[in-house]
């Protein structure tokens, strides 16, 4: 038999291919299953290794540790001895014998063309969690399971869905919109609300407790008691015993605001592009939300008297400090028992102020019960909560301006979208120096949410719309916030989160 220089070439490629497979065989101390768990990216070596290093996708990340993710399987693609067609090959030792029979088949039959034959094909399986479909309904719950906002945090060193190689297939399509925005209203659902059925609500302004003779000159309820010694009795010498003539109080009126939400749609757009129509609904629900949080926060600021906290160590001691002196003064002020609850008003990214801050402490080894790199949201309310204060971690902050009495301006309490290029800062924050961080304080059940329903007309066309072919979505809020306590504090603190404390901090105290 004459063989031509390429068909050498070839058979020797094979044999040489088959004899590592035999000597990998031989070497074994027992037939391994044929997977690819544990050959890494990039592995060289013999068909079987190759095959099992080649490139998959990876593992579903709740499924890690359990043996789940992407599976490889070997199925033979011919038959041999005790292997049929189409069965999943157990283990290397049966590859061997497909690779045998393969080139028993592959003898000299005269022709001189390039020869192929399939040995065994790999399949890379993943779940069915992470499979997609013609279902867009379905898809768009697989995806938000492992994509969406409220999908369980993955490990950075596990990764997320990748893809690799090249498909010559029309790919699965996904017509499902994200939308990462949220309607949570916490400042409303933490006040007291009450039902506003005409429209709002009328009250008297509570009396203070005024200031008695004995700490000055009486004001208010102090006019109405004074000391009467029996000097005084003996000898009145014209004194009289006070009175404190009370006039009636001034009504209050407290309208509630209509917060409407319009959003206009084309017809063809709704009809063939629902999934659009629901992502945009939701963005319009969520801004609709923000605006009313922010309309009743502009209220109680309006209705607060600043207080101005100054800069003296790192942030997270500053504002617990000044937390302290400003429940202090406020209940020893207004002679309010201790025991009672007070409620403060944080932006929400105050809680990173803080974590920020108690991360640039003094280095230690975090082996005690507080880890500085590990401060939870819980562990920050416990602080406040074991000053007596419940707070309120509002997801919106008000503009750059003047709220209140005081005359002093607070800068913007809220992150502007994001400027490519920008270096971070702190809302109020320039040249990474202190800024202000402005809060409420006050007696809990000062601010009363009213509540004056809800109109949802729901799909709106009218002639003007119908020519456009367009419809337009309505729904509208009627609510306010009454201010019914005595005082509410507006505290301004300036604070820097660089992790200072007394030993380290050379500035010298005050508030």
């Excluded at 995806?143 to 490990?155: D, E, F, K, Q, W």
């Excluded at 600043?306 to 500053?318: F, H, M, V």
């Amino acid at each position: 038999m004459t063989l031509t220089l390429k068909e050498a070439e070839e058979r020797l490629a094979l044999l040489t291919e088959a004899f590592e497979l035999a000597g990998m065989i031989s070497q074994a101390k027992a037939p391994a299953p044929v997977t690819a768990a544990g050959a890494p990216r990039g592995v060289t070596g013999t068909h079987i290794e190759r095959m099992a290093a080649g490139s998959r996708a990876t593992r579903s990340p709740e499924l890690h540790g359990n043996g789940g993710g992407s599976a490889v399987t070997i199925t033979a693609a011919l038959a041999a001895r005790g292997i049929v067609p189409g069965a999943p090959l157990r283990n290397s030792t049966e590859l061997g014998e497909l690779m045998a029979e393969t080139l028993r088949q592959l003898g000299p039959d005269g022709s001189t063309g390039r020869r192929q034959k399939l040995v065994a094909k790999a399949t890379w399986d993943l779940p069915p969690e992470r499979q997609l479909g013609l279902d867009t309904e379905i898809n768009t719950a697989k995806l938000n399971a492992v994509c969406g906002i409220t999908a369980p945090r993955v490990s950075k060193h596990d990764g997320s869905l990748t893809a690799s190689g090249g498909v010559c297939l029309p790919l699965s399509i996904d017509y499902s919109v994200p939308t990462w925005s949220t309607a949570d209203r916490p400042l409303r659902d933490n006040l007291p609300a009450f039902q506003a059925t005409r429209g709002g609500v009328s009250f008297v302004t509570p009396p203070d407790v005024g200031v008695p003779s004995l700490q000055g000159t009486a004001s208010g309820a102090g006019t109405s008691v004074t000391v009467w010694t029996e000097a005084t009795d003996a000898n009145p010498a014209g004194a009289l015993k006070p009175v404190w003539q009370v006039a009636c109080g001034t009504v209050q009126t407290v309208y509630v605001d209509a917060i409407p939400t319009r959003v206009e749609f084309g017809n063809m757009q709704s009809r063939f592009a629902p999934e659009q129509i629901a992502s945009n609904t939701e963005q319009a629900i969520a801004i609709s939300a923000r605006e009313a949080e922010l309309n009743l926060l502009t209220h109680m600021y309006n209705a607060s008297n600043q207080i101005l906290a100054s800069k003296y160590l790192g942030a997270t001691r500053d504002l617990l400090a000044s937390v302290d002196l400003v429940r202090e003064g406020y209940l020893h002020s207004h002679r309010i028992p201790r025991t009672a609850a007070m409620t403060a008003v944080f932006p929400a990214w105050a809680m990173g102020v803080i974590r920020s801050d108690m991360a640039r402490e003094l280095a230690h080894d975090n082996a005690g019960s507080q880890n500085s790199l590990a401060i939870s949201d819980s562990q920050i309310a416990d602080w406040f909560d074991t000053r007596g204060i419940n707070v309120i971690w509002t997801l919106d902050g008000l503009k750059a301006g003047t709220y209140g009495n005081g005359g002093s301006a607070i800068p913007n309490q809220f992150f502007p979208l994001a400027t490519p290029g920008a270096e971070p800062q702190w809302p109020g924050q320039t040249s990474d120096g202190a800024f202000v961080l402005s809060w409420l304080l006050f007696v809990e059940g000062s601010f009363q949410f009213l509540d004056g329903g809800r109109l949802d007309l729901g799909v709106v066309r009218d002639s003007v719309l119908d020519a456009t072919n367009d419809y337009e979505t309505f729904i509208e809020t009627f609510e306010s916030v009454a201010f019914r306590g005595v005082e509410v504090y507006q505290v301004q603190s300036t604070i820097l989160p660089n992790g200072a404390s007394a030993a380290t901090s050379t500035a010298t105290y005050h508030e």
